[in-house]
């Protein structure tokens, strides 16, 4: 089992930056892939970025790419989302992802909230 607590979300201008932050507790950090999804009102949820789990590779959505950067820190459980030039489409409620084989566990959800 694997708990994960977002954090770092709130309110923003257009054009301007933040952190989210996932900390995970239970199994092993690094056995799990990490991910990034986030879902807008009346849209599906989308997988915005995702981090393998030795950190080696990454991999992230066109309409994030360039802007977002996903990383994480084994020694803190944490897997972060810095997001920068952000725009009023980026609105939504950011989950934490954590990935083992069939196993899939997500956080509560942060809400982000771009203002033009």
Do not use: H
């Not at 996903?70 to 997001?83: E, F, G, H, P």
């Not at 609105?91 to 033009?116: D, E, I, K, M, P």
């Amino acid at each position: 089992q694997v708990q994960l607590v977002e954090s770092g979300g709130g309110l923003v201008q257009a054009g301007g930056s933040l952190r989210l932050s996932c900390a995970a507790s239970g199994r092993t950090f690094s056995s799990y892939a990490m991910g990034w999804f986030r879902q807008a009102p009346g849209k599906e949820r989308e997988v915005v970025a995702a981090i393998s789990r030795s950190a080696g590779s990454t991999y992230y959505a066109d309409s994030v790419k360039g802007r977002f950067t996903i990383s994480r820190d084994a020694a803190k459980n944490t897997v972060y989302l810095q997001m920068n030039s952000l725009k009023p489409e980026d609105t939504a409620v950011y989950y934490c992802n954590a990935r083992f084989g069939l196993l899939n566990y997500w956080g509560q959800g942060t809400q982000v909230t771009v203002s033009s």
